[in-house]
């Protein structure tokens, strides 16, 4: 089992940053895959990016985020970042990271999931 706890989440006006860390304890982090998820009001949980592990790093990204959002990640931390540039009134939501089985790539199962933090931006 692994637990997940997101920071960074804020207040931010349109076209501002803000770096999100999903620190990872418990059992193993650097053999898995990473992503990020987002859940506005009213909306389903969408997928935002993922990224592999180890070896050469693969990057997997909505098309919503690319060109703006980055994922991370440093296993000697066990954490994975999202760091997310030209934010749009349309990104706030709660982000949520979860571990992903390497097996098949872009990750289709997620076992562990944060909590969340929750990302406002203004307009």
């Known amino acids: 089992q692994v637990q997940l706890v997101e920071s960074g989440g804020g207040l ?5 940053s803000l770096r999100l860390a999903c620190a990872a304890s418990g059992r193993a982090f650097s053999n898995y895959c990473m992503g990020w998820f987002r859940q506005a009001p009213g909306k389903e949980r969408e997928f935002v990016a993922a990224i592999s592990w180890g070896g050469g790093i693969s990057r997997h ?5 690319k060109g703006r959002f980055t994922i991370s990640r440093d296993n000697a931390k066990n954490t994975v970042y999202l760091q997310m540039n030209s934010l749009k009134p349309e990104d706030t939501a709660v982000y949520s990271c979860a571990r992903g089985s390497c097996s098949t790539w872009p990750p289709y199962e997620y076992d562990s999931w944060g909590q969340g933090t929750q990302v406002t931006v203004s307009s």
């Open 12 to 16: 931010v006006q349109a076209g501002g």
């Open 61 to 65: 990204y909505a098309d919503s985020v």
